[in-house]
């Protein structure tokens, strides 16, 4: 019999590229079709079939209070009743620019975009204004967002669907890229050295997980941070996924570095479209009306999406999430080490805080190269045991997965007995 989903994928691909409005949902990495979503509550999201899943995607990191919380809703239900857009200022942009100020210190202006891709590129281009030169450091796997000069040796999508670097962009915009292996020091110096005076800055996930999950060898990030000062270059640190998720001030807290741009999404919209950008007030300020580098956005700063995120990093705040998100995180970890374990499976499994990863490859796994020994075709027939048994993770090896403050201890206790099964299938 055919499945609701089926029927609506067959409809979506005659009037939507591939079927899907974002490629990492087609699933294409695992061999298979996406089903169609129609609700989700708390740690739980429903299929037009009515089928449950425990979801361990969260709309690619957005949900980290689960779908649907009580405060974000009704906080964009009280929103909406005064209007849904207005291009004007409003008291909300404010609230939101002071809270990010506040809990991102490195971060003393800031504005507000519609996407992280919209993020990254105005990081971008305020550091080639700012420092008047042209190239920029990016690192293999790497992901941020669909911006012409960053589809370089790209993750998440890009990878997934093998296409690294993107049709479409002019040869001229790639070679201004320069992209390296994450966690190598010395490529890094040696980038610097052989284009002295030319990088306008490096711009890096401080915590990759658009390859799977990686992270920085221990003074990887403090070698990008003297390196840039050394050279008059700005460091950028792409904070879409890992910002307010890996704690209230993000992995730059954790990692003790100060960034001289930051670009946020994801979380901060509490799942509306919503991106951020900003850092050093001397960098900001180029920026139009004040400065010369134009940006803008007819949306930006909209009030329901200002309401939502508001609401839901307000609420992160009031019970602690991050304490939360490590306590279930510490649960998930225990339970699916000793499910790869009994099972002996070859996998590297890799998490920090609510994000986390599994590799189908043996360790250790440090940049992309040695993710991508990965066995995508057992990989996909993990995915799919899974999901057969209600647990929705990643549908790429070239994902993250994410935990949130609405996973309970038994939807986890639940996951590794499933994924139990589901190793012991493959
Ligand atoms: P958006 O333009 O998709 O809002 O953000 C782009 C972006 C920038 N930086 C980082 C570190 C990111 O992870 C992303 C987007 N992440 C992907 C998933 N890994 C979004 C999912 C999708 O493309 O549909």
Redesign the pocket.
Known sequence: MTSRSSELFHAAQKYIPGGVN????AFRNVNGAPFFVTHGKGAKIWDVDGKEYIDYVGS??PAILGHAPKVVVDAVREAATRGLSFGIPNPLEVEMAELICDWIPSIEKVRMVN??????MSCIRLARAFTGRDRIIKFDG?????VDGLLVKA???VLTHGRPDSAGVPQAFADLTISLPFNNANLVREAFAENRREIAAVIV?PV???AGLYLPGDDFLSMLRKECKLNDALLIF?????GFRLSRGGAQEIYGIKPDLT?L??VIGGGL?V?AFGGRAEIVDQLSPDGPVYQAGTLSGNPLAMAAGLAQLRELERINGWKLLEEIGTQFEQLTRSAINDTKANISFHQVGSMFCLFFAPGPILDLASARRSDLKIFARFFHACLKRGIYF?PSQF??GFLSTAHLPEDVERTSSAMREALREL
């Open positions: 974002s490629p990492v949902r690619w990191g996407s992280g891709t919209e993020a990254t790497c992901y941020h967002g669909h993750g998440s999508g996930e990759p997980a658009n792409d904070e879409v996924i890992t670009a999404g994801k479209p991106g990643a994902e993250t």
